[in-house]
């Protein structure tokens, strides 16, 4: 009998320890379990994190480099913007005062500036010196008197002590303002008529020393010459001027100074009354005063017109009446006589008045002139 475990003809069995597997249950179980590709090994991991940090320094450089280059393109043009404007500046051109001089050899008449706005108390500039230069003489005949130029900004007048001193040490009548004003106001309070005051007009300029005051009848006539012809301008450099300017004028044109060579003495001049006019486009206005009584005085005094009043003029010169006044009012114990006429005895007082004015001004109660010439005393030499 053969032996169990050695058959030769039957089939050898499974071990027991080892399970068979069916192909096809094989591939299926293949298919669901997922298939991990295994790690890549040919990077190191400290290789791929300095490469995150290399891409990220790079992204952030590149920023900066965006940044600055906008920046600069800003800069570029603002400094091409600045360069064109300094380049369109206007250029200044040192003057050669060789070619000044000849221009100034043909600078226009008076007539031809453009006119300025009427400044009837001009205000004295203190960064100006307090001297007055005494200009370089020239013919100006006698009420024909034009004072020098008015700088852009007037200078301020020396204060001097006495109409004499300021006779002596300026050349503008401006130096006896004060003085001045307080005459033109006791005239008016004597007679109102005699000093009436000129209303502005668009073509009417006065030089900044002009009193815009006239007689009544002078005023009215020289508003109907203006307002005829309201497309020419009239510069007046010469109105109302009182004793105590007259009397400035009158001792420059004896010393040949301030460029004065002729000049009638105080109480003579038309100017005094009001009734004289000094202008400075004589051609283009003269047929129009004329027709208006105003009377030319010809090539002698070129600038002057008097005007034709049939008003009579009171006894003695309103001016000087209304100095004398202010004299006696303010020197009660060395009176003169208020007459009108400029003797000596007012011509002494006048030397040593204040150009400023009294410390008691115009007053409009009347004055005896009886008790005046009792009072009067001999001049003081």
């Known amino acids: ?16 320890d080892v399970e068979s597997v069916n192909p096809t ?31 990220r320094t790079a992204g952030i450089s590149l920023a900066f ?49 453009a006119p300025a706005a009427m400044n009837l108390s001009p205000e004295p500039s203190a960064s100006s010196p307090t001297a007055i230069d005494e200009p370089p003489a020239s013919a100006f005949p006698e009420d024909g008197f034009e004072e020098e130029p008015e700088p852009s900004k007037p200078a301020r007048p020396k204060h001097f002590g006495t109409v004499q001193q300021a006779a002596a040490g300026s050349c503008s009548t401006a130096s006896v303002d004060g003085l001045s004003r ?61 004793v105590a300017q007259q009397y400035l004028v009158w001792r420059w044109a004896s010393g040949r100074r301030c460029g004065v060579q002729m000049a009638t003495a105080p109480g003579d001049s038309n100017h005094e009354t009001g009734r ?47 100095f004398q006044r202010l004299w006696n009012r303010n020197h009660p114990e060395d009176r003169i006589a208020e007459s009108g006429r400029y003797d000596s005895n007012t011509e002494q007082r006048l030397k040593k008045s204040p150009p400023a004015g009294f410390s008691v001004g115009a007053s409009c109660a009347k004055a005896t002139r009886a008790s005046a010439a009792k009072s009067e005393k001999p001049a003081r030499h």
């Not at 032996?3 to 069995?13: C, F, K, M, R």
């Not at 249950?25 to 890549?40: F, G, L, N, Y």
């Open 1 to 16: 009998m053969p032996d169990d475990g050695a058959d030769g003809n039957s089939s050898s069995e499974p071990d027991n």
């Open 25 to 55: 249950q094989a591939d299926t179980v293949a298919r669901i379990e997922p298939r991990v590709s295994p790690p890549d090994t040919s990077q190191p991991r400290g290789s791929r994190r300095r490469l995150r940090l290399s891409r």
């Open 65 to 113: 480099v965006a940044i600055f280059a906008i920046l600069g393109v800003d800069i570029f043009f603002i400094a091409k913007g600045t360069s064109q404007k300094t380049a369109n500046a206007p250029q200044i051109t040192p003057v050669n005062p060789s070619s000044t001089e000849a221009a100034s050899s043909n600078a226009p008449a008076p007539s031809d500036f």
């Open 182 to 242: 307080q005459i033109i106001d006791q005239v008016r309070c004597a007679d109102v008529k005699a000093f009436v005051l000129l209303p502005p007009r668009s073509n009417l300029v006065l030089e900044s020393h002009t009193f815009p005051y006239l007689e009544s009848a002078a005023r009215d006539h020289l508003l109907r010459v203006l307002d005829a012809h309201r497309n020419k301008t009239m510069r007046i450099h010469s109105a109302l001027r009182t």
């Open 276 to 322: 004289a006019l000094d202008i400075a486009n004589v051609a283009e206005w003269r047929p129009a005063l004329e027709a208006e009584d105003f009377h030319w005085l010809g090539a002698s005094d070129n600038v002057h017109f008097d005007f034709k009043s049939h008003r009579a003029l009171p006894q003695g010169a309103p001016d000087i009446l209304a």
